[in-house]
Protein backbone atom coordinates (compact mmCIF):
# COMPACT_ATOMS: atom_id res chain seq x y z
CA UNK A 1 0.00 0.00 0.00
CA UNK A 2 1.01 3.64 -0.29
CA UNK A 3 1.46 5.79 1.91
CA UNK A 4 0.62 9.51 2.21
CA UNK A 5 1.29 12.45 4.57
CA UNK A 6 -0.70 15.71 4.13
CA UNK A 7 0.70 19.01 5.80
CA UNK A 8 -0.67 20.49 7.21
CA UNK A 9 -3.04 18.62 9.21
CA UNK A 10 -5.48 21.00 10.29
CA UNK A 11 -5.46 25.21 9.98
CA UNK A 12 -7.87 28.09 10.74
CA UNK A 13 -7.45 30.65 8.07
CA UNK A 14 -9.09 34.10 7.95
CA UNK A 15 -11.79 35.22 4.86
CA UNK A 16 -9.91 36.18 1.73
CA UNK A 17 -6.86 34.74 2.15
CA UNK A 18 -5.83 31.44 0.82
CA UNK A 19 -3.86 28.45 1.99
CA UNK A 20 -1.93 25.54 -0.14
CA UNK A 21 -1.86 21.54 1.13
CA UNK A 22 0.86 19.87 0.18
CA UNK A 23 0.67 15.63 -0.28
CA UNK A 24 3.55 13.33 -0.23
CA UNK A 25 3.22 9.97 -1.54
CA UNK A 26 5.93 7.67 -0.71
CA UNK A 27 6.22 6.06 -3.61
CA UNK A 28 5.96 6.37 -7.38
CA UNK A 29 2.29 6.56 -8.23
CA UNK A 30 0.36 7.19 -11.83
CA UNK A 31 -2.74 9.17 -10.39
CA UNK A 32 -3.16 11.38 -7.55
CA UNK A 33 -6.27 12.82 -6.33
CA UNK A 34 -8.02 15.49 -4.28
CA UNK A 35 -11.38 15.12 -2.58
CA UNK A 36 -13.74 17.28 -0.30
CA UNK A 37 -15.50 16.47 2.14
CA UNK A 38 -17.70 18.84 3.90
CA UNK A 39 -18.75 18.15 7.87
CA UNK A 40 -21.28 15.41 7.83
CA UNK A 41 -20.97 14.61 4.58
CA UNK A 42 -19.48 11.97 2.07
CA UNK A 43 -16.43 12.78 -0.05
CA UNK A 44 -16.99 15.11 -3.13
CA UNK A 45 -13.60 14.26 -6.04
CA UNK A 46 -12.23 17.80 -6.88
CA UNK A 47 -9.97 16.74 -9.47
CA UNK A 48 -7.17 14.47 -10.86
CA UNK A 49 -3.87 15.88 -10.19
CA UNK A 50 -2.12 15.18 -13.63
CA UNK A 51 2.22 15.11 -13.68
CA UNK A 52 3.56 17.77 -15.66
CA UNK A 53 0.57 19.26 -16.99
CA UNK A 54 -2.56 20.69 -15.38
CA UNK A 55 -5.08 18.69 -13.58
CA UNK A 56 -8.50 17.86 -14.58
CA UNK A 57 -11.76 19.34 -12.76
CA UNK A 58 -14.70 17.99 -11.43
CA UNK A 59 -18.02 19.76 -12.27
CA UNK A 60 -18.41 22.77 -10.38
CA UNK A 61 -14.65 22.98 -9.33
CA UNK A 62 -12.26 25.39 -11.19
CA UNK A 63 -8.50 26.04 -11.43
CA UNK A 64 -8.85 29.49 -10.30
CA UNK A 65 -10.25 28.46 -6.59
CA UNK A 66 -8.50 25.12 -6.28
CA UNK A 67 -5.22 25.51 -8.24
CA UNK A 68 -3.26 22.32 -8.04
CA UNK A 69 0.40 21.23 -9.06
CA UNK A 70 2.07 17.85 -9.55
CA UNK A 71 5.37 18.72 -9.87
CA UNK A 72 6.60 15.02 -10.28
CA UNK A 73 4.97 11.45 -9.13
CA UNK A 74 5.27 11.68 -5.60
CA UNK A 75 4.01 15.21 -4.51
CA UNK A 76 1.14 17.43 -5.42
CA UNK A 77 -0.38 20.50 -3.88
CA UNK A 78 -4.00 21.96 -3.65
CA UNK A 79 -4.68 25.23 -2.99
CA UNK A 80 -7.76 26.98 -1.23
CA UNK A 81 -7.94 30.30 -3.00
CA UNK A 82 -9.97 33.25 -1.42
CA UNK A 83 -11.37 31.26 1.10
CA UNK A 84 -14.77 31.81 2.60
CA UNK A 85 -16.30 29.89 5.35
CA UNK A 86 -17.97 27.69 2.87
CA UNK A 87 -14.64 26.25 2.32
CA UNK A 88 -14.51 24.97 5.74
CA UNK A 89 -13.92 21.08 5.06
CA UNK A 90 -11.75 18.24 5.14
CA UNK A 91 -9.44 17.81 1.95
CA UNK A 92 -7.65 14.24 1.56
CA UNK A 93 -5.42 13.93 -0.79
CA UNK A 94 -5.58 9.82 -2.22
CA UNK A 95 -2.71 8.06 -4.56
CA UNK A 96 -3.32 5.10 -7.05
CA UNK A 97 -1.49 1.84 -5.46
CA UNK A 98 1.47 1.27 -7.23
CA UNK A 99 0.65 -2.56 -7.03
CA UNK A 100 -2.69 -2.76 -6.67
CA UNK A 101 -6.10 -1.57 -8.16
CA UNK A 102 -6.92 0.81 -5.60
CA UNK A 103 -6.54 3.94 -4.07
CA UNK A 104 -5.51 5.26 -0.82
CA UNK A 105 -5.77 7.93 1.35
CA UNK A 106 -4.39 10.54 2.85
CA UNK A 107 -4.82 11.66 6.38
CA UNK A 108 -6.79 14.87 5.58
CA UNK A 109 -6.10 18.40 6.45
CA UNK A 110 -9.02 19.99 8.35
CA UNK A 111 -9.37 23.67 7.01
CA UNK A 112 -11.42 26.23 9.18
CA UNK A 113 -12.68 29.39 7.44
CA UNK A 114 -13.25 32.36 9.83
CA UNK B 1 -24.92 10.19 -8.47
CA UNK B 2 -23.47 7.28 -6.77
CA UNK B 3 -24.03 3.93 -8.12
CA UNK B 4 -24.89 1.85 -4.79
CA UNK B 5 -27.66 2.16 -1.96
CA UNK B 6 -26.52 1.71 1.55
CA UNK B 7 -28.53 1.42 4.69
CA UNK B 8 -27.61 4.58 6.68
CA UNK B 9 -26.82 2.92 9.90
CA UNK B 10 -26.24 -0.16 11.36
CA UNK B 11 -25.35 -1.81 15.14
CA UNK B 12 -23.56 -4.67 15.82
CA UNK B 13 -22.66 -6.16 18.90
CA UNK B 14 -19.00 -6.91 20.09
CA UNK B 15 -17.45 -10.06 18.76
CA UNK B 16 -20.44 -10.89 16.27
CA UNK B 17 -20.13 -11.08 12.78
CA UNK B 18 -21.66 -7.42 11.20
CA UNK B 19 -22.87 -7.92 8.28
CA UNK B 20 -23.07 -4.54 5.74
CA UNK B 21 -25.05 -5.00 2.37
CA UNK B 22 -24.70 -2.87 -0.69
CA UNK B 23 -26.74 -2.51 -3.97
CA UNK B 24 -25.28 -1.94 -7.48
CA UNK B 25 -27.76 -3.13 -9.51
CA UNK B 26 -26.35 -0.88 -12.18
CA UNK B 27 -22.64 -2.32 -12.43
CA UNK B 28 -20.49 -2.89 -15.60
CA UNK B 29 -19.07 -5.76 -16.28
CA UNK B 30 -15.79 -4.34 -15.86
CA UNK B 31 -16.20 -2.31 -12.78
CA UNK B 32 -14.80 -3.85 -9.80
CA UNK B 33 -16.79 -3.73 -6.14
CA UNK B 34 -14.82 -1.83 -3.11
CA UNK B 35 -15.05 -0.86 0.39
CA UNK B 36 -13.52 1.83 2.36
CA UNK B 37 -14.41 2.67 6.33
CA UNK B 38 -13.54 5.99 7.49
CA UNK B 39 -13.30 6.25 11.09
CA UNK B 40 -13.74 9.42 12.48
CA UNK B 41 -11.56 12.36 11.72
CA UNK B 42 -9.35 10.04 9.68
CA UNK B 43 -8.96 9.54 6.07
CA UNK B 44 -10.41 6.66 4.37
CA UNK B 45 -9.14 3.17 4.99
CA UNK B 46 -9.17 0.46 1.68
CA UNK B 47 -10.54 -2.50 3.16
CA UNK B 48 -11.25 -5.03 0.21
CA UNK B 49 -12.24 -5.32 -3.44
CA UNK B 50 -13.39 -7.55 -6.01
CA UNK B 51 -14.66 -8.41 -9.37
CA UNK B 52 -16.91 -11.78 -9.54
CA UNK B 53 -15.94 -14.29 -6.62
CA UNK B 54 -15.51 -13.57 -2.97
CA UNK B 55 -12.67 -12.04 -1.27
CA UNK B 56 -10.88 -12.35 1.70
CA UNK B 57 -8.25 -10.49 3.64
CA UNK B 58 -7.26 -10.03 6.79
CA UNK B 59 -9.80 -7.32 7.45
CA UNK B 60 -12.95 -8.81 6.23
CA UNK B 61 -14.71 -10.73 3.67
CA UNK B 62 -16.82 -9.63 0.47
CA UNK B 63 -19.01 -11.43 -0.71
CA UNK B 64 -20.57 -11.08 -4.13
CA UNK B 65 -23.79 -12.30 -5.53
CA UNK B 66 -24.06 -14.33 -8.80
CA UNK B 67 -25.86 -11.67 -10.66
CA UNK B 68 -22.71 -9.13 -9.12
CA UNK B 69 -26.01 -6.69 -8.60
CA UNK B 70 -25.74 -6.36 -4.77
CA UNK B 71 -22.70 -7.13 -2.11
CA UNK B 72 -21.74 -8.53 1.42
CA UNK B 73 -18.79 -6.74 3.65
CA UNK B 74 -18.62 -9.19 6.63
CA UNK B 75 -16.25 -8.33 9.66
CA UNK B 76 -16.24 -11.58 11.42
CA UNK B 77 -15.53 -10.45 14.66
CA UNK B 78 -16.71 -7.07 15.51
CA UNK B 79 -14.75 -4.55 18.02
CA UNK B 80 -15.67 -1.19 19.03
CA UNK B 81 -12.74 -0.25 16.92
CA UNK B 82 -15.04 -0.75 13.68
CA UNK B 83 -17.07 1.65 14.77
CA UNK B 84 -16.97 4.05 11.57
CA UNK B 85 -18.60 4.94 8.18
CA UNK B 86 -18.07 2.20 5.85
CA UNK B 87 -18.60 3.17 1.38
CA UNK B 88 -19.59 0.82 -0.84
CA UNK B 89 -17.78 1.83 -4.25
CA UNK B 90 -17.92 0.81 -7.91
CA UNK B 91 -15.85 1.56 -10.17
CA UNK B 92 -12.59 0.87 -12.10
CA UNK B 93 -9.58 1.83 -10.37
CA UNK B 94 -7.53 -0.09 -12.56
CA UNK B 95 -4.18 1.88 -14.30
CA UNK B 96 -5.36 1.10 -17.41
CA UNK B 97 -9.09 1.93 -17.07
CA UNK B 98 -9.67 4.39 -14.29
CA UNK B 99 -12.85 5.51 -13.68
CA UNK B 100 -13.77 8.28 -11.08
CA UNK B 101 -15.00 6.88 -7.51
CA UNK B 102 -17.83 8.25 -6.29
CA UNK B 103 -18.86 8.19 -2.84
CA UNK B 104 -22.10 8.01 -1.51
CA UNK B 105 -23.24 8.20 2.26
CA UNK B 106 -22.07 4.71 3.34
CA UNK B 107 -23.14 3.11 6.05
CA UNK B 108 -22.70 3.98 9.67
CA UNK B 109 -21.76 1.24 11.59
CA UNK B 110 -22.06 1.25 15.35
CA UNK B 111 -20.27 -1.73 17.36
CA UNK B 112 -22.13 -1.85 20.86
CA UNK B 113 -20.31 -3.43 24.15
Known amino acids: SAVISQKPSRDICQRGTSLTIQCQVDSQVTMMFWYRQQPGQSLTLIAT?????????ESGFVIDKFPISRPNLTFSTLTVSNMSPEDSSIYLCSAEGRFTDTQYFGPGTRLTVL | DAKTTQPPSMDCAEGRAANLPCNHS???????VYWYRQIHSQGPQYIIHGLKNNETNEMASLIITEDRKSSTLILPHATLRDTAVYYCIVGSLKKTSYDKVIFGPGTSLSVIP
Open chain 2, 26 to 32: TISGNEY
Open chain 1, 49 to 57: ANQGSEATY
